[in-house]
């Protein structure tokens, strides 16, 4: 089973909104990942957590707050969004992050679209 | 510098005939994996294959396959008998070095398979 799940499929929110995305995976896998996609665009590493702790930002602003609450989820807190943060963002999981195969293949859920206001 | 570089943005191919996509990729990392993911209408990003830098032989997973040139630091996917489900984006990556968790994309192939 290489299933990741995202919740909600599309949230829609204002700028002064506070809402959270959500990802779960039971895959027993140890790494977990935000992706951010625009139109037309590659995705754009976000975050990693490695053994529920965060391993890399990538200068993302401080209105997504990442949260790793267990090895099965993670969580992307969202506050103050402008529109522009409008995209599809995208969670993945692997058992390792190195390694080979089977050790560091990222598999995606369906992503969250997000339309912010 | 673009580190994975796909140079067809587009590809319209007749059902059931085979479809190379391009990919190349620069490292001077000796420790590298290459991905081929695809990504339909939907959005979710579908892994198909995986190449590591010191697999002797080329991957292959079904109707895909992986044709790595190393020396050429070229990472083609190839999908044999197309069909109409193929049609999506297909974008290829890179994880390079020990213990980085990055995945480095390119732009993608948009590939449309016609009746």
């Known amino acids: 089973d290489t299933e990741v799940t995202q919740t909600p499929k599309h949230l829609v929110m204002g700028m002064t909104n506070k809402k959270s995305l959500k990802c779960e995976q039971h895959?027993?896998?140890?790494?977990m990942y935000w992706y951010k996609q625009k139109a037309k665009k590659p995705p754009e590493l976000m975050f990693v957590y490695s053994y529920e702790k965060l391993s890399i930002n990538e200068s993302v602003p401080s209105r997504f707050s990442p949260e790793c609450p267990n090895s099965s989820l993670l969580n992307l807190h969202l506050h103050a969004l402008q529109p522009e943060d409008s995209a599809l963002y995208l969670c993945?999981?692997?058992?390792?992050?190195?390694?080979?195969?089977?050790?560091?293949?990222?598999?995606f859920g369906p992503g969250t679209r997000l339309l912010v206001l | 510098a673009q580190k994975i570089t796909q140079t067809q943005p587009g590809m319209f191919v007749q059902e059931k005939e085979a479809v190379t996509l391009d990919c190349t990729y620069d490292?001077?990392?000796?420790?590298?994996?290459l991905f081929w993911y695809k990504q339909p209408s939907s959005g979710e990003m579908i892994f198909l294959i995986y190449?590591?830098?010191?697999?002797?032989q080329n991957a292959t997973e079904g109707r895909y396959s992986l044709n790595f040139q190393k020396a050429r630091k070229s990472a083609n996917l190839v999908i044999s008998a197309s069909q109409l489900g193929d049609s999506a984006m297909y974008f290829c990556a890179m994880r390079e070095g020990g213990g980085a968790q990055k995945l480095v994309f390119g732009q993608g192939t948009r590939l449309t398979i016609n009746p």
């Open positions: 490292t001077s990392d000796p420790s590298y994996g």
């Open positions: 190449q590591g830098s010191y697999d002797q």
């Open positions: 993945a999981s692997s058992q390792e992050y190195f390694g080979g195969k089977a050790e560091e293949t990222q598999y």
């Open positions: 895959m027993g896998h140890r790494a």
